[in-house]
């Protein structure tokens, strides 16, 4: 079973960066697509971005397109969310999750595992 801890989270002002991680333990298949939700109080949980283990492709948002960066380390066993130009409505609870996918699609996927969260908040 895969364990995810996420990490990262913080305050910044609008217009700066945080650079979030999720570090994964346990058994994860290579054919596996990993994500980045978020969830604001009050709003439904959204998801952030999405990635394949093993095909890469990753896909976003389209409030964060051209903003944040989803990536890996294999080696480090280490999903990353670098998000830049914050504004103040990406304040939210950000997870990380996985799921064993082995179709090799990313879309549309029903995430069984989950981190605990790490908070961002970004002031005006």
């Known amino acids: 079973q895969v364990q995810l801890v996420e990490s990262g989270g913080g305050s910044v002002q609008a217009g700066g960066s945080l650079r979030l991680s999720c570090t994964i333990s346990?058994?994860?298949?290579?054919?596996?697509?990993m994500a980045w939700f978020r969830q604001a109080p009050g709003k439904e949980r959204e998801e952030v971005a999405v990635?394949?283990?093993?095909?890469?492709?990753?896909m976003y948002g389209d409030s964060v397109k051209g903003r944040f960066t989803i990536s890996q380390d294999n080696t480090k066993n280490t999903l990353y969310l670098q998000m830049n130009s914050l504004k103040s409505e990406d304040t939210a609870m950000y997870f990380c999750a996985a799921e064993a996918r082995y179709g090799g699609s990313c879309s549309g996927v029903n995430f069984g595992s989950w981190g605990q969260g790490t908070q961002v908040n970004v002031s005006d």
């Open positions: 990635i394949h283990i093993s095909l890469g492709r990753p």
């Open positions: 346990g058994y994860i298949s290579s054919w596996s697509c």
